[in-house]
């Protein structure tokens, strides 16, 4: 029973470890600088997810709830209650749109000189707001894409230097075995893994956002183009009224 259980140790103590421990201590430091920067990587793209998440969710939940009440004050002719009615929705893509444009022809149907001026300013203000909103929206979303695209080969570096690694066992050691090309390519391994781990992710959420953004921009398209009609049917109102 001795024998059984003294051959039974010198089997675990020559059978290699797996875990993540015995892994890294197995790599070489070229592995290791690719595993970090992998990690640094993934930590990044992890943190944009996170805030584009939360920003797309608090756009859509307080857009909702923006579009029915400034409605209703411009049916009702009341554009400064309009103004204040987007101040309150700071972190609405349709309020940010919508409170240029109003605040802009508020400013030039007050002072303009050159009749349906105000109109063409007012279209310029809701581009330039739509563009500002769009590249706030799009914030860190590139790194996605720059991250999906560069994982695998840095990855694949690491695969790389891992067979280095396992050639130069195979000349240090003298022999072909196993054992002289299995830290090699165990670590060639994780790295193509942590590289593939990193990157699917990354492309997955980047084609998330992208359709997420173009339905934003679809939205402040129309709510730009519904407003505009909105300010000709005003102007010839007042046109109307004045004559």
Partial sequence: MLQVWSLYLLQEAATPKWDVISLWGQMGWLARCVVIALFFMSAY????????????????????????????????????EAVKIADRYKKSHLAKVVVAGLQEFQAHQLSTEIPGEEIEASKRALERAEAIVHAELKRGVSGLATIGSTAPFVGLFGTVAGIIN?????????????????????????????????????????????NKIEAFDVEMANSSSELVDYFLKRSQRGAGARQ
């Fill in 45 to 80: 793209s992890i943190g944009v997810m996170i805030d584009r998440l939360m920003a797309y969710s608090a756009a859509r939940k307080q857009s909702r709830a923006f579009a029915p009440a400034v409605a209703g004050a411009l049916r009702e002719g009341k554009l400064d």
């Fill in 166 to 210: 396992a050639f130069t066992g195979i000349s240090t050691e003298k022999s072909t075995g196993l054992g002289a090309v299995a830290g090699g390519i165990s670590e060639a391994l994780v790295t193509t893994a942590v590289g593939l781990f990193v990157a699917i992710p990354a492309v997955w959420m980047f084609n998330y956002f992208t």
